[in-house]
């Protein structure tokens, strides 16, 4: 692989910078009152600076999901093969919960949330999305657990995929309203245990 020019070097600083800007400004005032024109002043770059790295400020937030699901594949391989359907996800689960608890932080998720509720955002939000990395292997997880009868044969698989990414973004959501006291990686095992319990075949 070849050495980075100084120009793409300078390219990845300029984009970095203006990532780094951009997340602190939605962090402190709240995604729907940072504008564009903000952000490229602060990094004294002019706007179609800006537009050549992101074509929207909710490209910014998009760009941090990417990180994310880098994350959810790397757990996927180490998740063993072998085990039902349920643990699958609850071990996806755990291991969400404490990359979202140790690495990625509440000021984060506080600004992805709200980004999702705000009407700048037209398209759908990618908190919902089912390109998301973590929905596809989940969904694939349920798949599995359905064929095999590990799961109950009177839903249909959208449902229960619904069920579960809610399981998700109810604990998140939760967590980011709670003091220090909520433990995210505990009250998510529990809440989706109880869930998948609920959701097995009854010979299970």
Known sequence: MN????????????????????LDLFNKHGYEHVSIEQI?????????????????????????????????STVEKNIDSSLPASEKILTLYQEQMKYLTNVVGKDLLRTVYTAAMTSQVEQDHYLISPQ?????????????????????QDLQVTQVQAIIQRCMRANVYDWLI??????????????TAIVLDGLKAENK
Do not use: W
């Open 3 to 22: 050495p980075l020019t100084s120009r793409q070097k300078k390219a990845l600083e300029t984009r970095g910078k203006l990532l780094k800007t951009s």
């Open 132 to 152: 998301r990395k973590i929905f596809q292997i989940i969904n694939a997880y349920l798949e599995d657990g359905i064929r095999l009868g590990e799961f109950r």
């Open 178 to 191: 709670h003091n220090e006291d909520f433990n995210l990686s505990v009250e998510m095992a529990q809440f």
């Open 40 to 72: 490229t002043k602060a990094c004294n770059v002019s706007k179609g600076t800006f537009y050549t790295y992101f074509p929207t400020k909710y490209d910014v937030i998009l760009e941090k999901f990417k990180e994310l699901d880098s994350f959810y």
